[in-house]
Nanobody, 115 residues
């Protein structure tokens, strides 16, 4: 059984910053990637990949990130972080920690950007 613990969400003003954290555990767990996926309450919008980090350290980001977010962590140690800067109201949503692209999901942490 895989267990993901996420933390770091909350309420922040536009232009502010938040850091999300995720730690994974589980017997026999084999992880190639860790990352973040978000779900926004926007009509007609599906969920979005925010960022992934691979075991070899490579990273990729959703197009909307535009240099504002940075993913770090150590896949071998089952930990990942997402530093989010210059947050905008449209970044509001539930952010999920994901393993191996979308094989395992955390319960999600709410991020709200509002003045």
């Amino acid at each position: 059984q895989v267990h993901l613990v996420e933390s770091g969400g909350g309420l922040v003003q536009p232009g502010g910053s938040l850091t999300l954290s995720c730690a994974a555990s589980g017997s026999g767990l084999s992880i190639d990637t860790m990352g973040w996926y978000r779900q926004r309450k926007v009509s007609g919008k599906e969920g979005e990949v925010v960022a992934h980090i691979f075991r070899d350290g490579r990273t990729n980001y959703g197009d909307f990130v535009k240099g504002r977010f940075t993913i770090t962590g150590d896949v071998a140690k089952n930990t990942v972080y997402l530093q989010m800067n210059d947050l905008k109201p449209e970044d509001t949503g539930v952010y999920y920690c994901v393993l191996n692209m979308n094989e395992y999901w955390g319960q999600g942490t709410q991020v709200t950007v509002s003045s």
